[in-house]
């Protein structure tokens, strides 16, 4: 159903692949910092599913920044590699720690909330412990319904208000969307969303109230930056524009953008763009 594969960043946008695993760099006094570290398929979690990609880059580490990667796949599929291009490119931020996780898919035992939301925190958790990271202001990237754990972590478990940044690429935000339950194609597509949660939706609305970031956001929410596609066949772009107003209702800092030739994955000029514009949010509000 979510075959998102944002993942394609063109060599026109700079794209460097770093050899080493670490590097070493002075400072202006001529002192050593701490290096940075590059580490994949690292475990954080006794799951096999439970793994990440870590870098950290050289400087402080009660000053860098952490940014979350969170691949899409219909909460059952997929894994990390969809994001690691993306992983890759934004090594050359250097101020920045990244984290590309793997987490513990769907099944008909648990779930995807809170198995995957608790997954995103264990490996957030993990990273600070491991790594030494003071990790206070975090930002959280997800692709489709990596979008939607990503957003309901960021709007209804961040107890400690630090995660200051979510970007989210077509990721479904509100399961009462009125799109969502009128005859047809997209009916047929939320029976897909109750089979995977194990839930009817008649008799249930407040269940999936409660699993839409949606309903979870207030005037504390992180800045928000929203992508989402016209023939998208996979999410309604109502997804967007109802989160959107829904951000705007609590002046929440957010942007959204509307790709209306483009379905799901965009189209290269649009996973550009919006590479582009995800980056500069990042920089401006982490």
Known sequence: MYDER??????????????????????????????????????????????????????????????????????????????????????????????????????????PVPMQTDDIALAIEKTKEIFHLKADRIGLMGMSSGGHITAIYAYRYNIDHNIKVLVNFVGPVDFNDPQYHTPGHWKRIFSGIEYIFGIPYIGNENYYASVSPYSWIDAQSPATILFYAGQD?????????RLHARLDSFSVTNEYYFYPNSSHPFNTPDTIDATLKAETFIRKNL
């Not at 994949?40 to 870098?55: E, I, K």
């Not at 969809?82 to 779930?111: G, H, K, Q, V, W």
């Open 233 to 241: 066949t996979l999410v309604p772009y109502s997804q967007g524009e």
């Open 6 to 111: 944002l993942r394609i960043i063109p060599a026109t946008l700079g794209f460097i692949i770093l050899s080493q695993c670490k590097k070493h760099t002075e400072t202006h006094d001529g002192t050593q910092p701490e290096t940075a570290e590059l580490h994949y398929n690292f475990s954080y979690g006794n799951h096999l599913q439970q793994t990440m990609d870590v870098y950290v880059s050289f400087g402080l580490r009660d000053t860098i920044p952490l940014i979350v990667m969170v691949h899409g796949g219909n909460w059952i599929g997929h894994d990390k590699s969809d994001f690691s291009p993306r992983f890759e490119r934004m090594r050359n931020f250097e101020r920045y720690a990244l984290i590309n996780i793997n987490y513990r898919l769907d099944s008909t035992n648990a779930p």
